[in-house]
């Protein structure tokens, strides 16, 4: 060993030095001890390895250790600060929720509640009433039901109306989405047999009424169902053809056929007055004359996680009774939160400044640029606001980009340094590198979030000062 790094080894402080420090005051001894301990020793080792080569001070320490003890005590699912600019962020638990949905959970989760219990009939009830009249009145639809997640909805809706039988999907539809979810497989769970029609590019109505045809062939399952699937994490252009939806559905009807929809993001009112184009309604679907709709709870309708099925009642009398229903059935907390959410649509104006998702998605440039302006006066003179742009995420509204405003952190350490020190901080702030600059989205960013924000960049400039 070199003389600098014996020299470091000998500096290094002893545990009862480390605890008698003011900033303990107060802390549990024995967890204080064990992240007292951790950090000595990974000190240790980083000069050892010389990736340390000089002795950070007695605060700086202590700063290590707290952080050290903080994440002792916390949970492993943990609240972040989402500085990324993508509203539906998969990874980051996808829709915020409402306080009213909030407030619904707190309500429920304490004591017992009327789940499967009729109050007026003193009798045992279904917990798919809850949100059905809401789903009904929302959509135009004569019946919906509520899963645990979309995924769960398409299958089930395959099991219960198409199981054994062909269904016919235009090839441009045979999507993949995150976690390696395909459609193609969820067909081959369902116990259903795929029957891809068209191109990738061009599918016509001939296309598919020839596929009918076809599966009523004597070496074929029968015709089960039609399926649209909305295309939702990416977009076809150029020389592009595809049947409407009231084509398809006109189709169906001649045939006597199911037509089933995978709406994916479950858009619930239009969002074409605030700049946002091309996002199908359920509503729309239900006009057109589907017989399925199924979409996501958590994505652009702004609740918690959830399949949501609305259509004709007699297809969904039979997924309500369907055996796998009941592995696929939502919880009473999803649940509550799910009908305050829904509660907000019957008035629109009310849900797009309540729901945290559409809030975001319908929020100005002029409004981002003064609230980065506010944040940037606390950071100063260490931040810079400029201008950028945001996606929705969650494999919603692909082709839009929306104007935000950013605040860029400028420092004598890489962007890469500074996330990391931003991510791991005692609440995790996660924003987004571009450009080689760190920077923190205003999109996905409440005022509210500002203190944590500022203390963690304090921490940071005390570090930066000490070199």
């Not at 049947?243 to 006109?250: D, I, S, V």
């Not at 931003?422 to 500002?450: A, V, Y």
Request: hydrophobic fraction near 40%.
């Amino acid at each position: 060993m070199t003389d600098n790094i014996n020299a470091l080894l000998r500096q290094i402080p002893k545990v009862d030095e480390l605890l008698a420090h003011p900033q303990f005051a107060g802390e549990n001894k024995t967890l204080l001890t064990n992240a007292t301990r951790q950090v000595l020793s990974d000190l240790r080792t980083g000069i050892l390895q010389s990736k340390i080569t000089s002795l950070p001070t007695l605060d700086e320490l202590a700063l290590g250790i707290s952080r050290k003890l903080a994440k002792t005590n916390q949970p492993n699912l943990q609240k972040v600060i989402n500085g990324t600019g993508i509203i539906l962020h998969t990874n980051l638990g996808r829709a915020p929720l409402a306080k009213a949905a909030m407030d619904a959970i707190t309500n429920s989760a304490p004591g017992y509640s009327n789940l499967e219990y009729s109050i007026p009939d003193g009798k045992r009830s279904s917990r798919h009433i809850i949100t059905e009249d809401l789903l009904t009145q929302l959509t135009g639809a004569e019946a919906g039901m509520v899963v645990n997640n979309n995924a769960a909805a398409v299958l089930l809706a395959l099991l219960a109306v198409a199981e054994k039988k062909d269904v016919i999907v235009s090839r441009g539809e045979l999507v993949e989405i995150g976690g390696s979810f395909r459609v193609p497989d969820v067909l081959q769970q369902s116990g259903s047999h795929l029957v891809e029609v068209g191109t990738t590019n061009k599918t016509h109505l001939a296309d598919y009424e020839k596929a009918i045809l076809a599966a009523n062939g004597y070496y074929s399952h029968g015709p089960g169902a039609l399926l649209r699937v909305h295309t939702s994490n990416f977009i076809i252009s150029g020389f592009t053809a595809k049947p409407t939806l009231e084509e398809l559905a006109g189709l169906a009807a001649k045939h006597s056929l199911p037509l089933i929809e995978d709406l994916g993001s479950g858009c619930m009112i239009p969002l074409h007055e605030y700049g946002i184009h091309g996002q199908p309604t359920v509503a729309e679907s239900v006009k057109a004359g589907v017989d399925v709709i199924t979409f996501s709870g958590d994505k652009l309708l702004g609740g918690p996680q959830a399949g949501i099925i609305v259509g004709r009642k007699d297809y969904i009398a039979k997924m309500k009774s369907h055996p796998m229903a009941r592995a696929m059935r939502i919880d009473k907390l999803c649940l509550a939160a799910l009908e305050a959410t829904l509660r907000l649509y019957l008035d629109p104006k009310l849900a797009v400044q309540e729901i945290p998702t559409l809030k975001m998605l319908c929020e100005t440039q002029d409004n981002l640029f003064a609230k980065a302006e506010k944040l940037a006066e606390k950071l100063a003179p260490w931040a810079t606001v400029i201008s950028e742009v945001s996606q929705a995420g969650g494999g919603a509204i692909p082709e839009e980009n929306f104007a935000t405003a950013a605040v860029a952190i400028n420092a004598d350490i890489t962007a890469q340094a500074l996330e990391k020190h931003f991510r791991t901080g005692p609440t995790p702030i996660i924003g987004r590198i571009s450009k080689d600059r760190f920077m923190l989205d205003m999109r996905t960013l409440n005022e509210e979030d500002f203190p944590a924000i500022v203390d963690e960049f304090s921490a940071f400039v005390r570090i930066i000062k000490t070199y």
